[in-house]
């Protein structure tokens, strides 16, 4: 009997035939125990690495878990770690609270100039954090520049690929040393788990698993089968939520409401020579920032929009918006006049999506002054 798909196995003991299987088992550790995998587990990370272009990759219960236990990994009391000022504001928080408790410097860098990045190199540097796109703002890195400054000083190069996904960008031809994907997000697709994966190149494998090994993380099995899964039709939904994002982005690009939309497969859009040079693709979660508004304007504009969800995380099948606090970062040039939004475009129809956004946009220019009302220089009036 064959099977289309590998069944869940539900493990914590794996039994040996023999005593002597079992000795020999144990000197390899991967086969002795639950904890360290399954015939489930080893699919999946088999796959994802085989996509991502690196040598080994392993699992964490949630993408949160895959970028903590990847920084912890490799750095020890008394290392420098520089971390690009867009990364996704959870890592920030742990790197800030516990490095820095565990006696690692914390520093962070700006995402698009590689000058500052090497500016801030110091001699134990010995990890250099990436994230492209970054979170919330949308700027996109020079992988491959960044990686050869971290290099030249021996720091290992850690990048959060998920916006990407392991299709449309291939960090292993950037220098990267550890990959990193919320399996969450699009791999899983349907919002309805948690799963990290980090893949490593030979060199940093060993930290890698250890991490994990050593802090005992596991997937659980039914996310593990999800995110098999959800890798079936990653390639498909992927098109689809990048040509969704896309129009939707285009359309709003134009309307007197929005100072800026920040996606980087705009032509416009400051990293959008980056991201055609080194990405094959783009994922459908994009910001907005918009002229400003009242608070009773925003809720209008959030409350009448139909198809979008408001809810944190993204990469599932249906469409979300977020309204972002204005990102804690150190630059002083990233300010928003008006409130910032995110916008996750799902599987729906691409004309549903973006009469949906345009009714509540014009829901929030209706509003208090029935037809009086304006958008003028982007200000409600009226
Ligand atoms: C959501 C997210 C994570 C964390 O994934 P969880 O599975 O929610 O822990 C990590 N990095 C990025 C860029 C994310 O968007």
New binding site residues.
């Given amino acids: 009997m064959t099977l289309t798909n590998i069944p869940i196995y539900r493990a914590s003991t794996i039994l040996s035939e023999t005593l002597e299987e079992w000795e020999s088992r144990k000197q390899n550790v991967i086969g002795s125990y639950g904890r360290f995998g399954s015939p489930l587990s080893r699919a999946l990370e088999s796959a994802v690495c085989e996509l991502e272009g690196g040598y080994r990759s392993i699992l964490f219960p949630?993408?949160?878990?895959a970028?903590t236990h990847s920084l912890i990994g490799v750095l020890k009391a008394g290392d420098h770690v520089l971390i690009t000022d867009s990364v996704?504001s959870?890592?920030r928080t742990f790197a800030d609270q516990v490095l820095a408790r565990l006696q690692i410097k914390v520093e962070y860098f700006n995402p698009t100039e590689v000058s500052d990045l090497s500016a801030k190199m110091r001699a134990n540097t010995r990890a250099v954090y990436l994230?492209s796109p970054g979170?919330m703002t949308f700027e996109v890195q020079d992988v491959r520049a960044l990686a050869a400054v971290a290099h030249q000083s021996d720091a290992l190069v850690i990048l959060?690929n998920?916006?990407a996904t392991p299709l449309y960008f291939k960090p292993f031809d950037h220098g990267v040393d550890i990959s990193?994907h919320?399996?969450?997000?699009y791999i899983l697709g349907h919002s309805d788990g948690?799963?990290?994966i980090a893949t490593a190149n030979e060199g940093a494998w060993p930290a890698l698993k250890s991490s994990a090994h050593e802090f005992g993380e596991i997937g659980g099995p039914d996310d593990i089968y999800l995110a098999l899964r959800g890798l079936r039709t990653l390639a498909a939904r992927m098109k689809q939520h990048w040509s969704n994002g896309l129009e939707l982005a285009q359309s709003l690009g134009a309307h007197p409401a929005v100072d800026k939309v920040l996606h980087p497969a705009l032509p416009g859009d400051p990293g959008h020579a980056i991201w055609k040079r080194d990405f094959s693709g783009a994922s459908g979660l994009f910001g907005v920032a918009l002229k400003p508004l009242s608070r009773a304007q925003l809720s209008l504009f959030f409350n009448s929009l139909r198809l979008f969800g408001i809810g944190a995380?993204?990469g599932g099948y249906e469409s979300l918006i977020l309204s972002v606090e204005t990102p804690k970062r150190m630059q002083s040039s990233l300010s928003f006049e008006g409130p910032l939004i995110r916008i996750h475009a799902g599987l729906e129809s691409a004309s549903d999506l973006i009469e949906d956004m345009h009714q509540a946009l014009q829901e929030v220019s209706n509003l208090g002054a029935g037809r009086g009302a304006r958008w003028q220089e982007g200000v409600l009036t009226g």
Avoid at 182 to 185: G, L, N, Q, Y
């Fill in positions: 949630s993408g949160l878990s970028c996704y959870p890592v994230e979170s959060d998920t916006w990193i919320a399996a969450t997000k948690f799963l990290g995380s993204w």
